[in-house]
């Protein structure tokens, strides 16, 4: 019978994984925006599966994407792309 070896990680790691600080990490689970870990060690300290780490950069890509368009839509209104020009400006 083979032993399927998974990755497990710390909060710490799957927080530099994400690219996010570790209180960040924490604060999206206790808003709910990220399920907690489902394994604990022996001190009761979150294990990070594979699965968790997938899950926590998914939400973090979702919301980095939404970040990108709200900020690409506010910085193109009026970046010299003629939108407050007037037509007798254009000449």
Do not use: C
Request: charged share 30%.
């Amino acid at each position: 019978m083979g032993t399927f070896m998974q990755n497990k990680y710390t909060t710490k790691q799957v927080a530099d994984i994400v690219g996010v600080d570790k209180s960040t990490l924490l604060r999206w689970i206790r808003q709910g925006k990220i399920k907690d870990v489902s394994l604990r060690d022996g001190r009761n300290w979150r294990v990070w599966l594979q699965e968790d780490v997938e899950e926590v950069k998914f939400y973090h890509d979702k919301i980095h994407q939404l970040t990108l368009n709200l900020g690409g839509e506010a910085g193109e209104a009026g970046a010299g792309n003629g939108i407050d020009k007037k037509p007798e400006d254009e000449n």
